[in-house]
């Protein structure tokens, strides 16, 4: 099997943080750029400062905890200054199985693209009332898939999914934001950005188990979908609200 830039594990299924920072070049031709995975019942954390990370065939940067219902630990991916990351399979990716939160955050002057996947994916499969967070002050490039995804999956998760994002650009939807659980789902564009979907929806916010759902565009933002420029969805008892202060251009589907 091909090997990682930076392989950085814990499976003792006990304690102990797993940390990486990087600020220099992390090159995988034929595998991942960097993984940060545990086990354990604690924390995972990928920081990006200024660096140049390659996953050739697989993840950017993934950050993982595997630990299931013992996985308390939060999983983190923050970038800063003039970092570059890009994967096949995704540019960031942070994910847990278990109760701790998931959180993105991408500084400016951050680029992130994926050739075949997704520019930023967060999500959890686990019970219990994690949040899911996806901040994006830089730019997702270009991604084949969606450009970011955010999810909590188990309807027994009543957590928040919220993503505030800058440029995006994207053959799948530029920004997918769901829940199956009860909790809020939000997402917010920032003044002076774009967000487009040259094969789906420009924005995607689905409320799946009776939770709100909220989407608001920045004065000066524009957010375009080949498709519907916003898709906002509440099932159940949940309201949906969207606030539209930007331009937003739906596609030419069923046209």
């Known amino acids: 099997a091909a090997s990682d830039g930076i392989d950085a594990v814990n499976t003792s299924n006990n304690n102990g943080t ?12 034929a595998a991942n750029g960097i993984i940060a995975l545990t086990t354990s019942n604690d924390a995972v954390a990928i920081n990006l400062a200024g660096a140049t990370v390659t996953g ?11 630990s299931g219902v013992i996985g308390t630990g939060t999983v983190k991916i923050t970038t800063t200054g003039a ?3 890009a994967g096949s399979k995704a540019g960031l990716a942070a994910l847990t199985n278990g109760s701790g939160a998931v959180s993105v955050n991408v500084g400016a002057g951050t680029n992130i693209s994926s050739s075949a996947g997704t520019g930023i994916v967060a999500i959890t499969t686990g019970f219990g009332s994690a949040n899911v967070s996806v901040v994006n002050a830089g730019n997702i490039t270009s991604a084949a898939l969606a450009g970011i995804k955010a999810q909590i999956i188990q309807f027994a998760n009543n957590g928040s999914v919220t993503v505030t994002t800058g440029n995006v650009s994207s053959v799948g939807s530029g920004v997918i934001a769901s829940t199956g659980g009860t909790g809020l789902v939000k997402v917010t564009t920032t003044a002076g950005t774009t967000v487009t979907s040259s094969g789906n929806n420009g924005i995607e916010a689905l409320g799946l188990a009776g939770g709100n759902v909220q989407v608001n565009t920045a004065a000066g933002s524009t957010v375009s979908g080949v498709a519907n420029g916003v ?3 509440a099932i159940g008892s949940g309201t949906t ?3 539209s202060a930007g331009n ?8």
Do not use: E, H, M, W
């Open 231 to 233: 898709l906002a969805q």
């Open 83 to 85: 970092t570059t990351v």
């Open 56 to 66: 050739g065939n697989g993840y950017g940067a993934l950050a993982d905890v595997v």
């Open 18 to 29: 797993v940390t990486v920072n990087a600020s220099g070049i992390v090159n995988a031709k």
């Open 241 to 243: 609200t969207v606030n």
């Open 248 to 255: 937003v251009t739906g596609g030419k589907f069923g046209a």
